[in-house]
């Protein structure tokens, strides 16, 4: 009976290498277009304040830049993520313009709970004037 471990090596190898690997070098960098031409002109286009969030200055510097990346310069977790800028990097770089997917954050809840037993939801106060 032979026991070989080259099957289960290739297996965690192909893993570890997957970890490694920085996707967004392997993106290509979107050409300008229009009245951006500069990373900050794009992250003012798709708003809520995310220009003074990110600082970066080069074209080039700016799409290659990853989540983690994002993580070192101090930007939240919800301004990060897929949720609104790397998002927006995708679509812009998918040749969408940025009136078509940039939109403002949703605004707070209002009712508290959800689903069929709540029909008319309950809603939230409290105590601080508005």
Same mark, same amino acid.
């Given at each position: ?7 289960? *090596? ?6 570890? +290498? /997957?970890?490694?690997?920085? /996707?967004? &070098?392997? /993106? ?21 304040? &995310?220009? #003074? ?11 290659? #830049? ?8 101090? *930007? &939240? ?7 609104? +800028? ?45």
């Amino acid at each position: 009976m032979s026991f070989s471990l080259q099957p289960s *090596l290739r297996r965690v190898s192909q893993t570890f +290498v /997957r970890s490694f690997q920085d /996707r967004a &070098a392997v /993106r290509p960098v979107p050409p300008t277009r229009g009245d951006i031409n500069t990373p900050r002109d794009f992250l003012r286009a798709i708003g809520r304040s &995310a220009e #003074t969030k990110v600082s970066i200055d080069n074209w080039d510097a700016f799409w290659r #830049t990853a989540g983690y990346d994002l993580r070192k310069a101090g *930007l &939240a977790v919800k301004d990060r993520r897929h949720v609104y +800028v790397l998002w927006c990097m995708e679509k812009y770089r998918q040749d969408i313009p940025i009136k078509d997917f940039a939109h403002e954050p949703r605004p707070k809840k209002k009712t508290r709970g959800r689903g069929p037993r709540i029909q008319d939801g309950k809603l939230i106060r409290s105590r601080r004037p508005r």
